[in-house]
Every structure is written in structure tokens, then in C-alpha cells.
């Protein structure tokens, strides 16, 4: 089966510009994960979907980020604006239902 | 928030040792999750344990569940060349992931 598909692989931003990510999840997936993994650290959930209604989005900065998921299938993150402290690898995870999801590649952000 | 220890942060060792690496936390966690994380990539499942006490084995991998259910163990034997990367730990409590800091390991062949 297909993985989880995310893009770019690559951004590179200038502080208070906006940015925006891309996550196809594994077919058949209703839960999908946004992390954000600093470097060196593990990844830190940012927001959860179960289909396309919100389960968790308790450790997104909503100042700044912002998620959705339109008809419970794609995904897309945002950053507007960003801070040179949001450089990071951003992780899309998906699973049909419980935490154990498969991740992507990520997206490797740098803020400068 | 719950927090995971994980140690150490980094290991340097010779092709053909074993390899043990541990997880603790304040926090009681119904699921320990170990994962492997090549360069460019996304963190891979290696090994999951749903039961305090349970020892799983995954070919050179062994893992533990600590009785407590706030700790957790990985041990890889005669280690190879490709098993350099960085693991992590991560225990699942309420439908969520928490995942430790990671443990870094490098092969000197």
C-alpha cells in the first residue's frame, strides 16, 4: 500500500512570511496526526483529526497555525506568520484509528 | 505536560555489541511504542507493548514494559551497520503519542 505522501520536502521562509504544508494519509485512514519535530527533540503532536472534525488540538500555537482537513481525506498546516523558532521537520502521521499511526517524510521547514 | 526520559542521548559502539537503551516517566502510559528514525526520514514502528511486564522480541530487538508501566527497555543485539540511527520511545495514554527525546546510536565497524 501506498505510504503517507507529504510536500515539500523542502521550505525555506523568511520570519513573518507564511508557509503552508501538504499530507495525503494512507487510503482508508480516518485519523491523521500533524507533529512538529525540532531538532534533536521527538516529535510533539500538534493537532489530531478523526475524519475531518478536530480531536485534539491542544498543543497548536492558534495564534500562528492553522489546520484542516477537507472531506476527512487531505491535509493541509499552516504558519502565518512565521517565527524563526517554528524551523523544524513537520510530520504527518495517519492511522485508522488508534495512536499507532504511519508517519511520512516530513516536511523540513527552515525560518530565516 | 508528561515528559519521557529517555537514555542515553547518544551511544558509540563496535559493530557486533549489544546495545540497550531505557525510557522513564512520571506519568503511567497504557501502550510503550519504540521507533526507529532514519536521516530524511519519518519514524518507523519497531516495536509496541500493550502489557506491564510484557517482553516482545522483533529478530535482534527485544523490548520491555516495565511492571510500573511508567518505564521501558530496548535491546539490540550484535548490531550492524544499518541499525545506526535514532530510536525513540513513546507512550501512548488517552489516544496520544508522547515521545521521549530519542537515543542516537552509532556503529563503528
Known amino acids: 500500500e501506498a505510504g503517507v505522501a507529504q510536500s515539500p520536502r523542502y521550505k525555506i521562509i523568511e520570519k513573518r512570511q507564511s508557509v503552508a504544508f501538504w499530507c495525503n494519509p494512507i487510503s482508508g485512514h480516518a485519523t491523521l496526526y500533524w507533529y512538529q519535530q525540532i531538532l534533536g527533540q521527538g516529535p510533539k503532536l500538534l493537532i489530531q483529526f478523526q475524519n475531518n472534525g478536530v480531536v485534539d488540538d491542544s498543543q497548536l500555537p492558534k495564534d500562528r497555525f492553522s489546520a484542516e482537513r477537507l472531506k476527512g481525506v487531505d491535509s493541509t498546516l499552516k504558519i502565518q506568520p512565521a517565527k524563526l523558532e517554528d524551523s523544524a521537520v513537520y510530520l504527518c502521521?495517519?492511522?485508522?484509528?488508534?495512536?499507532?499511526?504511519?508517519f511520512g517524510s516530513g516536511t523540513r521547514l527552515t525560518v530565516v | 505536560g508528561q515528559q519521557l526520559n529517555q537514555s542515553p542521548q547518544s551511544m558509540f559502539i563496535q559493530e557486533g555489541e549489544d546495545v540497550s537503551m531505557n525510557c522513564t516517566s512520571s506519568s503511567i502510559f497504557n501502550t510503550w511504542l519504540w521507533y526507529k528514525q532514519d536521516p530524511g526520514e519519518g519514524p518507523v514502528l519497531l516495536i509496541a507493548l500493550y502489557k506491564a511486564g510484557e517482553l516482545t522480541s522483533n529478530g535482534r530487538l527485544t523490548a520491555q514494559f516495565g511492571i510500573t508501566r511508567k518505564d521501558s527497555f530496548l535491546n539490540i543485539s550484535a548490531s550492524i551497520p544499518s541499525d545506526v540511527g535514532i530510536y525513540f520511545c513513546?507512550?501512548?495514554?488517552?489516544?496520544?503519542?508522547?515521545f521521549g527525546q530519542g537515543t542516537r546510536l552509532t556503529i563503528n565497524p
Open positions: 502521521a495517519s492511522s485508522l484509528g488508534g495512536a499507532r499511526g504511519t
Open positions: 513513546a507512550g501512548q495514554g488517552a489516544q496520544k503519542l508522547v
